[in-house]
């Protein structure tokens, strides 16, 4: 990768547009970038100096993917930043998910905009010290589909690691698209060069997903970016029973709310009940989920969140899970793999000395 970038109607075994060889490798011959390759100045990318001098103010950069979109990545993203935030750190989350950008909306930063300054694009502040920068900022009608193709998503991604003004920050955190593609591969390029700490790994119990995963560990091999932990969302539904409405089927199988009634019924006969937390499988996780797989791909394996209605509000208006006792399900399971990330990448005496 070093060899700079690829074209897309490149022969196979391209050796790079920066390499040696360009233009002039046995694969080269009939490419259509020949003749460009062999007679472009080689060196370093330009945009790779530019990147690695804006990057050289980031103590740290965690990369955020998924193998599937819908499985909780940027919900993650979003919470993890906010909890290093509550401890004081500076924090910035940048949203390369260019096709679905939820960082604003789950940010509660909905309809801001980018300004710019003399040292660059601005981040949206949430707190003077959480800067968000999202594609959703540049975007004049939110419903509009983005559809650009791999150079157009690769050059945006290289502007917003360039051209942003982060100032100085403990933890950069990239909440990149599902998959491993084009911005995949742009950003760890991009990142490497500067020092990336690695990658969490976001996914839901059941095989579907993992499946996908599994090909995300090995980008992550390929590639050289170490796995700093898997996470395994959705695992399960768990609220409060008080939170829960109750149905009765009739015989013509209609619904019957009698939510009223049973709520009544447990107060009057066993009100320690409507204390308890409900707990339900709603994934199969019977092929023995995330911790399974981490075991067997021997990466580490971060923990679990459940499913928790109360989660899915708070990312919806754009709160933190942490600031009230709302995400009772939630918040606990969260708290936990963020201390245990902090451990693992030695960020938790910074933590300390932040007096968290
Ligand atoms: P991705 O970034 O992987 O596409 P999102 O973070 O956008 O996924 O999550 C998809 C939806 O699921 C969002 O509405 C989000 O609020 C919700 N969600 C994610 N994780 C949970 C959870 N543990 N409990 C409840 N809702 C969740």
Redesign the pocket.
């Given at each position: 990768m070093e060899n700079g970038d690829v074209p897309e109607d490149a022969n196979e075994h391209c050796p790079g547009t920066l390499s040696e060889s360009a233009g002039k490798a046995d694969a080269c011959e009939g490419c259509p970038n020949q003749q460009a390759c062999a007679t472009a100045p080689k060196g370093p990318d330009p945009d790779l100096v530019a990147i690695a001098e804006r990057m050289a103010t980031v103590k740290h950069k965690i990369l955020v993917l998924?193998g599937k979109?819908?499985?909780?990545?940027?919900?993650?993203s979003a919470q993890l930043s906010f909890a290093l935030a509550a401890l004081d750190f500076q924090v910035g989350l940048l949203d390369i998910d260019i096709c679905?950008p939820?960082i604003p909306k789950m940010l509660g930063l909905e309809g801001q905009d980018i300004h710019q300054s003399n040292l660059g694009w601005s981040p949206v502040y949430v707190e003077s010290n959480l800067g968000v920068m999202s594609i959703g900022f540049m975007l004049p009608n939110p419903d509009e589909a983005v559809i650009w193709r791999g150079p157009r998503k690769n050059g945006l991604i290289k502007q917003f690691l360039k051209d942003v003004y982060w100032g100085e920050l403990d933890v950069l955190v990239v909440d990149a698209p599902?998959g491993t593609s084009d911005e995949h591969i742009s950003i760890v390029q991009c990142l490497q060069a500067t020092g990336l700490d690695g990658a969490i790994i976001?996914t839901t119990p059941q095989q579907v997903s993992l499946i996908d995963v599994r090909k995300e560990v090995s980008f992550c091999k390929k590639v050289g970016v170490p796995v700093l932990g898997v996470v395994e969302?959705?695992s399960g539904l768990a609220q409060p029973l008080s939170d829960f409405r109750f149905a009765k089927i009739t015989e013509t199988g209609e619904q019957n709310d009698v939510t009223e009634w049973a709520l009544q019924y447990m107060r009057d006969k066993a009100p320690e009940l409507l204390n308890l937390i409900a707990l339900s499988e709603v994934f199969d996780s019977s092929g023995g989920g995330a911790a399974k797989m981490c075991r067997e791909m021997g990466v580490p394996f971060l923990g679990k969140?459940?499913?928790?209605?109360q989660?899915?509000r708070a990312?919806?208006e754009g709160r933190s899970c942490f600031v009230d006792q709302r995400c009772t399900a939630?918040a606990p399971a969260l708290k936990s793999i963020i201390e245990k990330l902090l451990q693992n990448q030695g960020l938790s005496q910074m933590a300390k000395e932040n007096g968290a």
């Open positions: 998924s979109g819908g499985v909780g990545k940027s919900t993650f679905g939820s599902p976001v969302n959705m969140v459940p499913l928790d209605p989660l899915c990312a919806e939630s």
